[in-house]
């Protein structure tokens, strides 16, 4: 179900209002969410400041009572006008203004479109009309496609790693095939920061590009932008009612601030236990290094045990499922899969469990001053929480009723006693 909105599907919605429907019914009309239809009559609506015949704009609250009389003075544009109340011009002059507003525009469907009153009221209005709103959505879309798609922190990233290669004496193209899973970007993205001036590398430090005018080519792509073929959702759920004795893994990204540190999470479901990991970058390539990292340390044995299948989401830091399903000889040793778009609710054991991170790291506090040995102490107090679905157990007793305690020996992961659980802040502020 797409979330973009055409001028045709407008003309609907405008209709719809001015018939009173409800945003389910225009949703189902359209087939659209209706919460996508709420943010459209929000966004797109206008503001409309007019009266009805012999009655001017007025949105004063005294405008019934009032007997006031040209308080514009030389300014009036109605000199004929002998009460204030049919000017239309009164309210940005009187001192005694005192705004009325209709309650009727802050409930559903936010609009006067529809309203009995609009044809004899004199407040402010606020309108959907189809053609303004698709006027307006053009404008915002080409707004958002001006520019670089990304911060001044990834700006940054990227320069300080291609900028010395190509002083160096290698090409953009040398670079990209070496480092795409770093770069998470495309060749050409590389070449139109270079070109806007972004990076400390000129032009006249990439000599063929000096001498050649540039070749068409083909739309390049991240990563591997086939990698959701035969790891879909289906094709996951098809393997675990063909395998029922296995227990899926799930993965996700917690983000702190964007273009700062990255939290991986792993997340077990049946045992409610999450491992967690700090990156200095989203990218697809520190996701692979943690991987490699616990393969090294768990082995082969342990690792298939405990990753037979990972599902997680369709970010870009999880399109290169081959460099985490094989090892660097390249023997399998996880499957990869991933929800539909827009689907977070197929991974929702992980999502729930995000919630206690989120109490000790809240939404927008940056994870730059972290370090892996804090997010070790944060994941011991939430995996000793203890939980009702494990019958008051905490992830570690069950994760070790599964597995044993080896995965704790080797990545140094310790149970805190239950009375001494902290999740919130504090806990890394000690």
Do not use: W
Not at 15 to 39: P, V, W
Not at 297 to 314: H, S, W, Y
Not at 374 to 381: P, R
């Amino acid at each position: 179900m797409s979330g973009y909105i055409t001028f045709e599907e407008r003309l609907e919605i405008e209709s719809m209002i001015f018939q009173r429907c409800s945003f389910g019914e225009i949703a189902k009309k359209i087939n659209k969410d209706r919460s996508t239809i709420s943010r459209e009559i929000r966004r797109h609506s206008i503001i409309e400041k007019s009266g009805y015949s012999g009655f001017g704009f007025n949105a004063c609250v005294h405008k019934e009572t009032c007997k006031m009389g040209m308080v514009c003075g030389d300014k009036c544009v109605k000199t004929s006008c002998k009460l204030c109340r049919t000017c239309g011009h009164c309210n940005d002059y009187c001192p005694k203004f005192a705004e009325q507003v209709c309650i009727l525009r802050i409930k559903p469907p936010y609009v006067c479109n529809g309203c009995d009153e609009r044809n004899k009221c004199t407040l402010e209005k606020t309108v959907y009309s189809a053609v303004q709103a698709n006027i307006m959505a053009e404008q915002e879309i080409s707004i958002s496609r001006k520019g670089a798609l990304c911060d001044e922190a990834e700006i940054a990233r990227l320069n300080a790693f291609v900028t010395p290669l190509i002083l160096n004496g290698q090409s953009v193209h040398q670079i990209y095939c070496n480092n795409a899973d770093t770069l998470m970007c495309s060749e050409k993205t590389l070449y139109n920061y270079i070109d806007a001036g972004f990076f400390d590398a000129r032009n006249i430090d990439l000599p063929r590009k000096v001498r050649y005018r540039p070749r068409r080519k083909k739309k390049e792509f991240k990563v591997d932008r086939g990698c959701y073929i035969g790891r879909s959702y289906e094709e996951y759920q098809k393997l675990l009612n063909k395998k029922t004795d296995i227990h899926p893994a799930q993965m996700d990204s917690v983000i702190g601030t964007v273009g700062g540190k990255v939290l991986l999470t792993i997340h077990f479901p049946h045992t409610s236990f999450m491992m967690g990991f700090l990156r200095n970058f989203n990218t697809s390539q520190s996701v692979i290094d943690i991987f490699e990292m616990l393969y090294v340390k768990l082995g082969r044995k342990l690792f298939e045990k405990i990753f037979p299948v990972i599902l997680t989401d369709r970010g870009s830091e999880f399109s290169n499922p081959r460099m985490i399903e094989y090892t660097k000889d390249g023997i399998l040793r996880t499957k990869v899969y991933y929800c539909d778009a827009g689907c977070p609710h197929q991974k929702g054991s992980i999502e729930v469990n995000h919630e206690l991170i989120r109490r000790v790291l809240p939404t927008g506090v940056t994870f730059d001053n972290l370090t892996q040995e804090k997010i070790d102490i944060m994941m011991n107090h939430i995996n000793s929480y203890s939980r009702l679905k494990l019958g008051n157990k905490t992830p570690f007793e069950a994760f070790e009723f599964y597995y044993g305690s080896e995965l704790f020996e080797k990545l140094g992961y310790k149970q805190v006693e239950k009375n001494q659980v902290i999740i919130n802040p504090k806990l890394l502020k000690r």
